[in-house]
Nanobody, 115 residues
Framework: QVQLVESGGGLVQPGGSLRLSCAASGSIFGISAMGWYRQAPGKQRELVAIITSIGSTHYADSVKDRFTISRNNAKNTLYLQMNSLKPEDTAVYYC?????????WGQGTQVTVSS
C-alpha cells in the first residue's frame, strides 16, 4: 500500500531556508506529475510547484525564483527547496503524486516563517 511521508517543516526566520522531503513507501505506477501544495489558515489549498513525468517544472508566481522542486527517482523522493522565505509562506505543505487514475497525498508538514 502506498504512503507518502513528509518531513523538513519547522520554524524559520524571514529570509531563511527549509527543504521539504516527500518519500514514498510502496510503488506508485504511471506517475503523471508530482507537486507541492500549501494551505494557510482560512485560505484554500493552492498549488506551489509541480514537476511533470518528463521533468518540466512549474511554479506559482508567488514562489517563483525562490523555491525549487526536484526529485530523486532512485530514492523515490520528492523535494521542495525553499529559500528567501517570507511570512506569507506560512502554511501546511502537502506533497502530491498523481497518476492518470489516482492521486496520493502526504500527511502535511507545518512551515512557519516568523521573526
Amino acid at each position: 500500500q502506498v504512503q507518502l511521508v513528509e518531513s523538513g517543516g519547522g520554524l524559520v526566520q524571514p529570509g531563511g531556508s527549509l527543504r521539504l522531503s516527500c518519500a514514498a513507501s510502496g510503488s506508485i505506477f504511471g506517475i503523471s506529475a508530482m507537486g507541492w501544495y500549501r494551505q494557510a489558515p482560512g485560505k484554500q489549498r493552492e498549488l506551489v510547484a509541480i514537476i511533470t513525468s518528463i521533468g518540466s517544472t512549474h511554479y506559482a508566481d508567488s514562489v517563483k525564483d525562490r523555491f525549487t522542486i526536484s526529485r530523486n527517482n532512485a530514492k523515490n523522493t520528492l523535494y521542495l527547496q525553499m529559500n528567501s522565505l517570507k511570512p506569507e509562506d506560512t502554511a501546511v505543505y502537502y506533497c502530491n503524486w498523481g497518476t492518470t487514475i489516482a492521486s496520493y497525498w502526504g500527511q502535511g508538514t507545518q512551515v512557519t516563517v516568523s521573526s
